[in-house]
């Protein structure tokens, strides 16, 4: 089994930033991919960015430019950089593992077999 506990929400005012990690544990996988999504209230969870083995990254449109995923092999974390945040920012922000290579469809929430349970940014205006 593995454990995804993610850190690093709160709350932050518009144009702020914050850094969001994800840090792995239990059953270790020597390949994976590791993704962001985000649930906003009222709303269906998103796609935001995912990272894969050998660190190609791949974001949604709403956060290119603004988001950054990178991962630690050797700490088994992965960490979301998010700058310039908005108020429709606001969401839980879940991290997921996949394992395998495998890269395509990964903002695909049925590609990930592991989820951790969340962590509230909010962004006030």
């Known amino acids: 089994q593995v454990q995804l506990v993610e850190s690093g929400g709160g709350l932050v005012q518009a144009g702020g930033s914050l850094r969001l990690s994800c840090a792995a544990s239990?059953?270790?996988?020597?390949?994976?991919?590791m993704g962001w999504f985000r649930q906003a209230p009222g709303k269906e969870r998103e796609f935001v960015a995912a990272?894969?083995?050998?660190?190609?990254?791949y974001y949604a449109d709403s956060v290119n430019g603004r988001f950054t995923i990178s991962r630690d092999n050797a700490k088994n974390t992965v960490a979301l950089q998010m700058n310039s945040l908005k108020p429709e920012d606001t969401a839980v922000y879940f991290c997921a593992l996949r394992p395998g290579i495998t890269f395509s469809g990964n903002n695909r929430e049925s590609a990930y077999d592991y989820w951790g349970q969340g962590t509230q940014v909010t962004v006030s205006s």
């Open positions: 990272i894969n083995w050998s660190s190609s990254t």
């Open positions: 239990g059953r270790t996988f020597s390949v994976y991919n």
